[in-house]
């Protein structure tokens, strides 16, 4: 059939105990410490820092303000990143928050995650980032004006191709990819960390000066402000995407957050320390891309060193965004939730190609109509909506199947923070500064009942559709994944 129904007895158990079953073809368990710490990183350090503090700092009115926000928006994402690190070890299988709502809530809530996900929120968050390395990628071509749309949405698209072809080769491709764009990119913010710390030691502290006056006290303001901080952030629970695929998942998991996230947290605020040190507050805010003007101040003429960098950031962020969201697709496919073609694996490169693929045709199709600030903003409120319904799941299994085995446990405190600040990203942009597109994203989300009950609750199936499945297989040279019972 072209989609299918998964029978479990008790979601729970059946996932702890998925090792025991035998597959007739599965992805590679190949992601170890340094390809986790290095796909946990180099997703989130990408486009964000490079562009959003001038973002922050509108929206927040001052230096010291908005470095408050970069510092909750990090102490956000390490909460949220533990909480997702015991519910990687109680459910031991791959697709993120999909995975999580189906196993806890049902297949309901987690087919409208499904559809939402892989038809806008993944490769929204991809277009943006790819978007972004476009700009800075040509800016050299284009010196004293912008840069064309064209040129920047054709080079988006490019690098969406690139990536579609490096991920589809090999696992162990990707992930090098990975490992030396990171490095490359530790190596880029460090060099502006250190940049920032001789322009302090010069006395260039004015920025600093009354830092609080001015600071915008509007719940809608702040809830934006912290979109734009946690835009740079997003990337703290891609692990989780690819949990089947990392070596020892019960230790690496959780080992690999604790290392990733504080050190991204660090960078980001030395970072913003060092924009400020260079530039006055209102040079920030005029500035179209705040790193390019750092180096122009701080570097002079090896400026060109940060648009390469930059350049060299987003493309390995979007190789992160690229693997985890694939996987996403996959899962839900091969739980029934999508046509069968995607829950299929290429015979001899071992990775889910079809998923892949369709990744790449969404995310051309939003580069081609969105730009940078909408995306960020309209992804970060889909985000946060299924980040608290994932950890309001987590808090039923702690009070409710305190029995369940894992290995790691987090304090509860810790899960019911993220839920409240989950809550307050949802709802402040809502209630202080109401947008209709906001109405046009939960209609969009509930538009997948068309879809689940005659295609997943009640299993009809055209025809036509089982025959295009089989001619994609032979085409793509795919497999299904599925498990003997």
């Known amino acids: 059939s072209t989609m299918r129904e998964r029978k479990t007895t008790d979601p729970l158990h059946s996932s702890t105990d998925l090792s025991e079953g035998k597959e007739k073809l599965r ?4 992601v170890g410490l340094i390809s986790s710490v290095s796909l946990i990183a180099g997703t989130m350090i990408g486009s964000g820092i490079f562009m959003s503090p001038e973002w922050v700092l ?28 015991e519910l990687g070890t109680i459910i031991k299988e791959s697709g993120g928050e999909y995975i999580y709502i189906l196993r806890i809530f049902g297949s309901f809530p987690a087919f409208l995650f499904a559809y939402t996900s892989v038809i806008l929120v993944r490769p929204a968050g991809l277009a943006a980032v790819c978007l972004s390395f476009a700009e800075y990628a040509i800016a050299p071509f284009y010196p004293g004006c912008p840069s064309p749309q064209v040129a920047i949405k054709c080079t988006a698209a490019a690098c969406i191709l690139i990536l579609t072809i490096i991920n589809c080769l ?30 302090l030691a010069k006395g260039q502290t004015q920025s600093f000066q009354n830092g609080f006056q001015g600071t915008t006290a509007g719940i809608g303001a702040v809830g934006v402000a912290f979109y734009q901080g946690l835009w740079s952030y997003d990337g703290w629970n891609n692990l989780n995407y690819v949990t089947e695929e990392l070596k020892k998942p019960e230790v690496t998991l959780p080992r690999a957050l604790m290392i990733a996230i504080p050190l991204v947290t660090c960078l980001y605020l030395l970072v913003n320390v060092s924009y400020l040190a260079a530039m006055t507050p209102s040079e920030l805010l005029s500035s179209g891309a705040v790193a390019v003007t750092w180096g122009d101040k701080v570097l002079g003429s090896w400026a060109w060193l940060i648009s390469l960098s930059v350049a060299l950031s987003t493309f390995g962020s979007s190789n992160g965004t690229f693997f985890s969201g694939g996987r996403v697709c996959y899962i839900a496919a091969r739980e029934g ?23 790449s045709a969404m995310s051309l199709i939003m580069i081609i109509s969105g730009n940078f600030t909408s995306i960020v903003n309209f ?43 989950a809550v307050y990203l949802v709802l402040a942009p809502i209630i202080d500064q109401p947008q209709i597109e ?14 689940y009950f005659p295609l997943v609750r009640f299993k009809y199936h055209p025809r036509f559709l089982q025959r295009v499945t089989l001619h994609l297989q032979l085409l793509l040279e795919v497999a299904p994944t599925t498990r003997d019972a």
């Not at 939730?337 to 990744?359: E, G, N, Q, W, Y």
């Open 337 to 359: 939730h999508m046509p069968d073609i995607l829950s299929m694996a290429h015979v001899r490169c071992l990775t889910p190609s079809p998923a892949l693929l369709f990744t």
């Open 27 to 30: 992805l590679k368990q190949e």
């Open 170 to 199: 090999n696992v162990r491709l990707a992930t090098s990819v990975m490992n030396f764009f990171t490095a490359a990119k530790l190596l880029a913010l460090l060099v502006i960390v250190v940049g920032g710390l001789v322009v």
């Open 438 to 451: 906001i109405l046009y994203i939960v209609l969009f989300i509930f538009s997948g009942i068309i879809f």
């Open 379 to 421: 992804f970060s409120f889909m985000a946060w909506l299924f980040y608290g319904m994932t950890i309001s799941g987590l808090l039923y299994l702690k009070i409710k199947k305190p029995e369940l085995p894992r290995s790691y446990k987090v304090p509860i405190i810790i899960p019911i923070i993220v839920l409240m600040a």
């Open 58 to 85: 509108h929206h927040m009115g001052n230096p010291a303000s908005s470095l408050l926000i970069w510092a909750a928006c990090g102490l956000l994402a390490t909460f949220g990143a533990l909480s997702y690190a």
